[in-house]
C-alpha cells in the first residue's frame, strides 16, 4: 500500500520568507492528494486539494505543486507570518478494496518575527 | 470551526474495558470517517461509512467497530482496550460520496487515555 514521507525534522524560517514543505508518496500516483493545516490540540484543517491532472493548485499566499514523475508534492507559504506556525500534513485517498486516506506524519513549521 | 462534533472531549478507561465514541457530522455531509492520531504521528485511518455502509477499512483489528446512523452521525467502538490506543480519536465529514473526494472537515477529536 501507499506510503507517504513528509520531513520529520522541524522548519524554522524568518517572518516574511517562503516556507517550502515537501511530500513523497511511494507507489502509484493518486487522484488527489490533500494538504492540511494542524494546531496543537485540535483536528485538521483542510487548505487544498490537487488532482492528479493539475500541475499547480493556488489560494491566498499558499501553492501546492504535483508531480507524479517524481512523485512528490510542495506546499510553499508565501510571505510567512508568526500565525503560519503549525503543523502541515499531507494526505492521499486509495481506492484498493475500498476507501482510504493516507496521512503523512507532518512537518512542523515554525515562523520567527 | 467546523459544524463536526465529537463526544466526550476527554475520556479516562482502564485496560480490557470498551468504548464508545461519538461524531456529529457537518449538515447534508453523509459520509463519515475516524482516524486515530498518536502523539507526533499523522492521523491514521481505521474506517468510512457512507450511507451507513463501511466503505473502507485501515490495517486495524475487528475490535474497532463503528455504526453510521440514518441522520449520518457515528460511533466508533472499541472493544478489550488496550495502552496502545491511548490516542486522540478524529472524526471527519464529507459529502464527497462512496470515493470521498472530497473536502474532509474535522471534528476537535476526542482524547483518549487507557491505563
Known amino acids: 500500500s501507499q506510503k507517504i514521507e513528509q520531513n520529520s525534522e522541524a522548519l524554522n524560517i524568518q517572518e516574511g520568507k517562503t516556507a517550502t514543505l515537501t511530500c513523497n508518496y511511494t507507489n502509484y500516483s493518486p487522484a488527489y492528494l490533500q494538504w492540511y493545516r494542524q494546531d496543537p490540540g485540535r483536528g485538521p484543517v483542510f487548505l487544498l486539494l490537487i488532482r492528479e491532472n493539475e500541475k499547480e493548485k493556488r489560494k491566498e499566499r499558499l501553492k501546492v505543486t504535483f508531480d507524479t514523475t517524481l512523485k512528490q508534492s510542495l506546499f510553499h507559504i508565501t510571505a510567512s507570518q508568526p500565525a503560519d506556525s503549525a503543523t502541515y500534513l499531507c494526505a492521499l485517498a486509495e481506492f484498493t478494496g475500498g476507501f482510504k486516506t493516507i496521512f503523512g506524519a507532518g512537518t512542523r513549521l515554525f515562523v520567527k518575527a | 470551526e467546523t459544524g463536526v462534533t465529537q463526544s466526550p472531549t476527554h475520556l479516562i478507561k482502564t485496560r480490557g474495558q470498551q468504548v464508545t465514541l461519538r461524531c456529529s457530522s457537518q449538515s447534508g455531509h453523509n459520509t463519515v470517517s475516524w482516524y486515530q492520531q498518536a502523539l507526533g504521528q499523522g492521523p491514521q485511518f481505521i474506517f468510512q461509512y457512507y450511507r451507513e455502509e463501511e466503505n473502507g477499512r485501515g490495517n486495524f483489528p475487528p475490535r474497532f467497530s463503528g455504526l453510521q446512523f440514518p441522520n449520518y452521525s457515528s460511533e466508533l467502538n472499541v472493544n478489550a482496550l488496550e495502552l496502545d490506543d491511548s490516542a486522540l480519536y478524529l472524526c471527519?465529514?464529507?459529502?464527497?460520496?462512496?470515493?470521498?473526494?472530497?473536502?474532509?472537515?474535522f471534528g476537535p477529536g476526542t482524547r483518549l487515555t487507557v491505563l
Open positions: 471527519a465529514s464529507t459529502n464527497g460520496g462512496a470515493e470521498g473526494t472530497d473536502t474532509q472537515y
